[in-house]
């Protein structure tokens, strides 16, 4: 029994900011890592960013100094900052937790970054 409830996504023009948030309930014990995925139409799911409980990340390649992910632990909530968006960042995100070596997904939220 574990939600994870979507924030942020949205329409932004290219070079802006958009911030997302996710934030988890239900039967949480021991969070081992959150994160970010994100998928195109025709695309396969790929990773964006995450977070370990001991802070550590790791991020995607073509996101790397324009996006940041955080977390408030004591929230059980995950952030994405998302800055200098390019159209090619067009997908729907999906926030990610895995617990007890067990995965969780969101519904996913649209991020569009027109040109």
């Known amino acids: 029994q574990v939600q994870l409830v979507e924030s942020g996504g949205g329409l932004v023009q290219a070079g802006g900011s958009l911030r997302l948030s996710c934030a988890a309930s239900?039967?949480?014990?021991?969070?081992?890592?959150m994160g970010w995925y994100r998928q195109a139409p025709g695309k396969q799911r790929e990773l964006v960013a995450d977070i370990t409980s001991g802070g550590n990340t790791n991020y995607a390649d073509s996101v790397k100094g324009r996006f940041t992910i955080s977390r408030d632990s004591a929230k059980n909530t995950v952030y994405l900052e998302m800055n200098s968006l390019k159209p090619e960042d067009t997908a729907v995100y999906y926030c990610?937790?895995?617990?007890?070596?067990?995965?969780?997904w969101g519904q996913g939220t649209q991020v569009t970054v027109s040109s």
């Open positions: 990610n937790l895995v617990m007890l070596s067990r995965g969780y």
């Open positions: 239900g039967s949480i014990f021991i969070i081992n890592v």
